[in-house]
């Protein structure tokens, strides 16, 4: 199994909701990558994590919460988003950091 | 971090051999040079790895020269379905940040 599952593939949420948005891998990678991706837009770097622990916060605001139950999965938790933070948030993972990156296909996110 | 430049936009007619470079004057001695290829809505999808010389596989090949200051991605024989944007990425020696670069979108015409 090489995929990187997310769920759900897209979510429209209004700004006073709370949504979570999840990520599987079971190719025993040990990284995991959150990344948000505007239209037109290179992906960036949001979250990572590195055997299960939070090893990198690119500065993102606090409405974003990131969680790594076990090594197979990651959750984005989401509440009180703004209209600007709607785009193609991407979770992918890697075996340590000199491998590839496997990507998910995203879930699109509308906050209206 | 090593940062990465790339041409923002390329055209190419199918059947036709496209190098796309990348450079990446600031790398370190222990980064890897990687391309993803990325199609609308979806993540992107390794293409191919390297860290010197040539390597190649079933759907393209990386030349690096002997400095690793720049990279070029070729790929042979384009089609329409090869319509897309290319990203180079420079290793992250041991931190896990991966920072994209601004992308290259090839576009491929009939």
């Known amino acids: 199994d090489t995929e990187v599952t997310q769920t759900p593939k897209h979510l429209v949420m209004g700004m006073t909701n709370k949504k979570s948005l999840k990520c599987e891998q079971h190719m025993g990678h040990r990284a995991m990558y959150w990344y948000k991706q505007k239209a037109k837009k290179p992906p960036e770097l949001m979250f990572v994590?590195?055997?299960?622990?939070?090893?990198i916060n690119e500065s993102v605001p606090s409405r974003f919460s990131p969680e790594c139950p076990n090594s197979s999965l990651l959750n984005l938790h989401l509440h009180a988003l703004q209209p600007e933070d709607s785009a193609l948030y991407l979770c992918a993972s890697s075996q340590r950091d000199d491998e590839k990156l496997f990507f998910g296909s995203g879930t699109q996110l509308s906050v209206l | 971090l090593a940062k990465t430049t790339q041409p923002i936009s390329m055209d190419s007619y199918e059947g036709q051999e496209v190098n796309i470079t990348c450079s990446h004057n600031?790398?370190?001695?222990?980064?890897?040079i990687t391309w993803y290829q990325q199609f609308p809505s979806q993540g992107p999808r390794f293409i191919i790895q390297?860290?010197?010389t040539k390597v190649t596989n079933e759907v393209a090949s990386l030349f690096i020269p002997a400095d690793r200051k720049s990279s070029t991605l070729s790929l042979p024989r384009v089609s329409l379905s090869d319509t897309a944007v290319y990203y180079c990425?420079?290793?992250?020696?041991?931190?896990?940040?991966?920072?994209f670069g601004t992308g290259t979108r090839l576009k491929v015409l009939a």
């Open positions: 994590y590195s055997y299960e622990k939070l090893s």
């Open positions: 990425l420079v290793g992250a020696s041991g931190t896990y940040k991966y920072i």
């Open positions: 600031n790398i370190a001695t222990n980064d890897y």
């Open positions: 390297g860290y010197k």
